[in-house]
Structure formats: C-alpha cells, structure tokens
C-alpha cells in the first residue's frame, strides 16, 4: 500500500499496525533493548520522579525495561487506566508492589481503579506513550480511542507548559513524512525510537 495525503485515518493505522506486528520476537527483544539504552542515559529520564508508562500490546515497542530501571531508581509509575464509565476516560494511577490488576475492554492488562491512586496531569514530570505513527515535528496518531488527546485536551489551551513531557515511544518502521494533523490532536513534545531521537 503506498500512503498518499488521501489515504484515510483507518488504512493509515491498519498499514502502521501491519508494520510493527511483523516484527519478530528478536527484533522486538532487540528494539526494547536499544530503546532502554537510549532513554535511561537521557537527561529528561533522570531528573523525572513522576513517570506514566505503558504496558506494551499489538506490536508496540516495549517499554518494559524501563519500567524495570525505573523501579530500581525508586521512581514512582504510572500506567494508563481505562474507566468503563465515563466511557472513554483515561486516568494515570499509581502502581505499587501492593496493585491488583485487571484487563480493559481492550484485553490490556492494567490496575485495578482505585481514586486513592490517581495522579493529577501536572503532577506527572514524563509520560511516554505509545503510538501508530509518527513525523518529525511531533504529530502522533493513535489507535483512534483519543484516550491521550482527552486527557492532555487542557495542553492545546496553553501557550506553554514545563510538564508533563509528552515523549512518544515507536518503532522506526513507524515513521511517516508527514501526518495531518486535526485541531484537538495533541502532539508529542519529541519521539524516540529504537534507532534514534527526533525533536521539533
């Protein structure tokens, strides 16, 4: 499929999903690796305390060894909880040896909600999220839930913030020329790959 600026939202990501899901087991292993490598040495990974991750599903780069380092520097994480009401909300909760876990509707492993747990936005120094594709100047798109545009929503109505970092985690293979981008879209402060950095 050659991707054209009228290749629809929906062909774009069903293209980007095929990339990153072809894949093997090794070259997954290996991109976790070199993604690790290249964020635990990163200035930005070492002076944030407040860290929102994921947990890796269909084929995205696996963040799973810096949630490993982040552990041991003591640092405090948070994953992604999806609410079954209201439907769509997303909300960032704290992770503690102590978390019972639970599936989404989306078959992803996640905490148990607990309202004790929450974090506010602002509290948050980093959030690494995933993503289907990425350009160079930081447009990002998504599986088409808009759980991250939602909650970041507030980040389109100022004209300058110092956190959260919002920095995308991808694939190479998931690098596009040039995404279009719609008004309530929220866009990555930078991406980094198993391969390399990209700020804009």
């Known amino acids: 499929m050659v991707i054209t600026p009228e290749t629809s939202p929906k062909e774009l990501r069903k293209l980007l999903r095929s990339r990153r899901r072809s894949l093997t087991n090794l070259q997954q292993q290996i991109a976790a690796e070199n993604l690790c490598k290249q964020l635990i ?30 552990k041991k520097y003591k640092k405090h994480i948070y994953l992604p909880v999806l609410r079954q009401w209201p439907k769509y909300a997303m909300v960032f909760q704290r992770i503690k040896p102590s978390t019972r876990w639970t599936f989404n509707q989306y078959k992803i492993k996640q905490p148990v909600y607990d309202k004790t747990k929450l974090s506010h936005p602002l509290k948050l120094d980093l959030i690494l ?72």
């Open 41 to 70: 040495k990163s200035p930005l990974f070492k002076k944030s305390k407040h860290i929102g991750l994921y947990l890796a599903n269909d084929g995205e780069i696996d963040p799973h060894l810096l949630l490993k380092v982040a």
């Open 129 to 200: 999220m995933p993503l289907v594709g990425f350009d160079k100047e930081g447009g990002r798109i998504g599986m088409g839930g808009g759980f991250y545009d939602r909650y970041f929503s507030y980040l389109n109505r100022m004209n300058s913030w110092r956190k959260p970092y919002l920095l995308g985690l991808a694939h190479e293979c998931q690098k596009l020329e040039k995404l279009h981008l719609n008004s309530w879209d929220i866009k990555a402060m930078a991406v980094v790959t198993d391969k390399q950095w990209y700020f804009h």
